[in-house]
């Protein structure tokens, strides 16, 4: 398997789709072991919805194939005098797919949406204290500090056409529960939802209307969903699908080896870790009649990471395809901490010494929750965890589910320990500060299942965010990751690598966000 770097790979293949002009193709089968959840912009934020949904739905700025930020709804922005805000200049004659103009309004109408109490977005507007209309297309987004990372932060805040909400009572995201929104759509982007059968399959039509220039040729996109690794690989061998995501890595030379089909594979930004919950008083689901939460203790958390052969993993589970991490986001990226770039030692008996240390010499019992569809091998990873923390004395009951109802128990404070993979949005590690190392607040913290809290973090968090000195804001970055690591608040495991298999007549492009977009793929 050849591993490129993402945005060797990216540029690479960008100039090859760019360079071409695709003839008209057939209908276009992908599959991947996730279906989006909803088709409601703000109601879930999960890559697999926002990546599907990009086809669908525009915001007012979007992302290249090298991860650059460019006009989308937006033409142009420039920030506000005196660090106020930012004021964005809208694309005119811009139609949505039922043929109502986009303006200003739309825009209005999206952001209140988004930071309305059911909406799972709101954190992408913890800095923004208003937004006014200056005229049909030009709005100001308001700032009570100078905030240089918001047009890059809002990528994925998507726009709906307040008319059709208003017309189909989906005023309001529907995260819990359904509405209009739920299953249907009406957004700008290149492609339009012709039919939704969650779980079954959702069919895409190209948009004819678009504002952009169209670089795909494809008539039709029918994405399915399937659970099963074998099942998906065998639907891919036989014909029946052109794409899938992920692919089991122990099935990659297979189909390097297969004439007509090809991998394509990289690291993805994603890191998966392992999160406590920090404000549970007791364990939840220990064997033990315990009134105690042994996790509290910052001893024993640092023993787990000590617990832990993430190379080992990497190796044996991931077939040396991921890339151990330490903090919360990737080397290379905004914000990396090269300060706090080593990550605790694998060394059980020093594990061991801390548990005794932290009283809990014969160990205990705890529950791990853990997705069974979502990351690859993520159900693998965890009894794997669980393996080797029963070395220590630590004995972990794994309780693997699909994620459809994941997230919903970790909402629900249904775990103990939990693992999660997170991709930093903005491409900087005020991301994932943002939305897992602050307090949870209305805006906050919001994804911080565990409840992890820290004084000096939230305290870190506005000025991290005003600051435009990079060695004044990279010193404060330093601080939070140092104090992450030293609370152990959460045991960061490896990068997620990315393995997408497809037939060779198919060309595509593969973003580091692991998001895949149509208007980007060709088939030959």
């Not at 086809?55 to 989308?72: A, F, K």
């Not at 399915?224 to 030379?253: C, H, M, R, W």
């Not at 330490?326 to 605790?344: F, I, T, V, W």
């Not at 919001?446 to 965010?465: C, H, K, Q, V």
């Amino acid at each position: 398997m050849h591993r490129s770097q993402p945005h060797t790979t990216v540029l690479a293949l960008s100039a090859l789709l760019l360079s071409a002009s695709p003839a008209i193709s057939e209908t276009f089968s992908w599959a991947g072991t996730t279906d989006p959840q909803t088709m409601d912009p703000h109601a879930v934020n999960a890559a697999p919805v926002l990546s599907f949904l990009n086809n669908v739905y525009e915001g007012l700025v979007r992302r290249g194939p090298d991860m650059d930020i460019q006009p989308s709804l937006a033409t142009s922005w420039e920030a506000l005098p005196d660090g106020a805000g930012w004021r964005f200049t809208l694309r005119q004659g811009v139609t949505y797919h039922d043929g109502s103009e986009f303006n200003a309004d739309d825009v209005i109408f999206s952001y209140e949406r988004a930071i309305s109490e059911p909406s799972d977005v709101k954190s992408w507007f913890s800095s923004i204290t208003g937004v006014e209309r200056v005229d049909d297309y030009t709005v100001d987004f308001l700032t009570s500090a100078p905030n240089p990372l918001f047009p890059g932060s809002i990528a994925n805040f998507m726009i709906l056409d307040s008319g059709w909400a208003e017309a189909n009572a989906a005023e309001m995201p529907a995260r819990d529960a359904e509405n209009h929104a739920t299953r249907n759509a009406n957004g700008t982007g290149p492609f339009v939802l012709a039919s939704r059968d969650p779980g079954i399959e959702t069919r895409l039509t190209p948009f004819s209307g678009w504002w952009d220039t169209a670089e795909h040729n494809l008539t039709e996109a029918v994405f399915t969903p399937i659970g099963n690794p074998a099942t998906g690989l065998a639907a891919l061998l036989s014909g029946e699908i052109d794409f899938i995501s992920p692919i089991p890595l122990q099935d990659v030379t297979q189909v390097e080896e297969r004439d007509g089909f090809k991998v394509l594979a990289g690291l993805e930004t994603r890191v998966i870790m392992l999160g406590f919950g920090h404000d549970h008083e007791t364990l939840k689901y220990s064997d033990e009649t315990t009134d105690a939460n042994p996790f509290l203790d910052p001893r024993v958390r640092l023993a787990v990471a000590q617990a832990i052969d993430v190379e080992t993993i990497d190796r044996v589970i991931m077939r040396g395809a991921a890339e151990p991490v330490s903090q919360l986001l990737p080397a290379g990226l905004s914000g990396y901490s090269e300060e706090n770039a080593e990550r605790p030692a694998f060394d059980p008996d020093a594990a061991t010494a801390l548990l005794a240390e932290a009283g809990y010499p014969d160990g205990f019992s705890f529950g791990l929750m853990c997705p069974n569809d979502r990351y690859i091998n993520d159900e693998a990873v965890c009894r794997a965890v669980a393996s080797m923390l029963a070395r220590v004395g630590i004995e972990a009951n794994v309780n693997a589910m699909p994620v459809r109802g994941y997230w919903d128990e970790l909402r629900a404070d249904n775990f103990d320990m939990y693992l999660l993979g997170w991709s930093p949005g903005t491409f900087d590690a005020e991301h994932p500060f943002r939305f897992l190392a602050h307090t949870p607040t209305e805006r906050l913290g919001t994804w911080n299942f565990g409840g992890y809290s820290s004084a000096r973090i939230d305290e870190l968090m506005t000025p991290i965010l005003q600051e435009i000195d990079p060695d004044a804001r990279q010193g404060m970055m330093d601080e939070v990751a140092g104090i992450l690591q030293d609370d152990v608040a959460y045991v960061p495991l490896y990068t997620e690598p990315l393995i997408w298999a497809m037939k060779d007549n198919v060309e595509v492009i593969q973003r580091p966000d692991n998001f895949f977009m149509l208007r980007w793929v060709t088939v030959n």
